[in-house]
């Protein structure tokens, strides 16, 4: 039993790599997307205005194309960049989803060899579920 603890203390004080810190600023969005979302669009709107602008004229000097179809070259090749950078973050996603899930259920399991009593009983499950609930939507309210 001892081994089960020890095993569960490390997965917990394992420190969150790149992806763990990209799912936290997923759920900080999701979170607060109603005052984040506004400024980082205009952020964005601006970088994506100070990085075109050089590329289309670089463009029609480069290939002697019309400022339209300078325009029309870049936003296709961006809507082909972010199709990819969406399909990466999904993957990226989805598999520490997978990880997050298998580490969870390691510290389920060591819960239920400490504590028999909260698993064997239904109503006792569903006390504790009911308020950590509770206390989850407290916290958010």
């Not at 400022?67 to 070259?73: N, S, Y």
């Not at 090749?77 to 399909?87: H, N």
């Not at 510290?107 to 579920?129: C, D, G, H, M, R």
């Amino acid at each position: 039993m001892k081994q089960d603890n020890e095993h569960v203390t490390e997965l917990l004080n394992k420190r969150p790599g790149r992806r763990g810190v990209l799912l936290a600023a997923i759920a900080l969005l999701a979170l607060f997307w109603d005052s984040l979302l506004p400024n980082m669009g205009h952020l964005l709107h601006l970088l994506i205005e100070v990085v075109e602008l050089p590329l289309e004229h670089l463009l029609e000097w480069a290939f002697h194309v019309s400022p339209r179809q300078a325009q029309g070259i870049l936003a296709w090749t961006a809507a082909a960049g972010v199709l990819y950078a969406s399909f990466k973050l999904v993957r990226i996603v989805y598999m520490e989803t997978v990880r997050l899930w298998n580490r969870l259920q390691v510290v389920v399991e060591s819960l239920k060899i400490q504590y028999p009593l909260l698993f064997n009983y239904p109503a006792t499950t569903i006390a504790v579920t009911a308020g950590l609930i509770g206390t989850l939507a407290y916290m958010m309210s």
